[in-house]
Nanobody, 122 residues
Framework: VQLQASGGGLVQAGGSLRLSCAASGRSFSGHIMSWFRQAPEKQRELVAGITSGGSTKYADSVEDRFTVSRHNGKNMVYLQMNSLKPEDTAVYYC?????????????????WGQGTLVTVSS
């Protein structure tokens, strides 16, 4: 079972990036899929999550700028990030949980990707 995150990079403030997470080894269509991020010397925090039915949840700091989506048939989850700010700089991780709702706590997710670095310059 593997989650592979990609799409990170260096972007100027105000720019956009799209992160992708490919799941393999099993179907995650029934799982919660979420994106977390961790900046240096900070705790890992939930950015956005999506249920199997498409309900979403966002951190207040990214509401109206980020959009999470999923394609169950392809076992993929995406994070479209617009209007990026320097404070969005972090390593972004995708994660999966068998919970029925999006969970804020990272320790409640069973599966994790390796992370992709997003750097936003001012």
């Amino acid at each position: 079972v593997q989650l592979q995150a990609s799409g990170g990079g260096l972007v100027q403030a105000g720019g956009s990036l799209r992160l992708s997470c490919a799941a393999s080894g099993r179907s995650f269509s029934g799982h919660i899929m979420s994106w977390f991020r961790q900046a240096p010397e900070k705790q890992r925090e939930l950015v956005a999550g999506i249920t199997s039915g498409g309900s979403t949840k966002y951190a207040d700091s990214v509401e109206d700028r980020f959009t999470v989506s999923r394609h169950n048939g392809k076992n993929m989850v995406y994070l479209q990030m617009n209007s990026l700010k320097p404070e969005d700089t972090a390593v972004y991780y995708c994660a999966a949980s068998q919970s029925s709702r999006v969970l804020n706590s990272a320790r409640l997710y069973e599966y994790w990707g390796q992370g992709t670095l997003v750097t936003v310059s001012s």
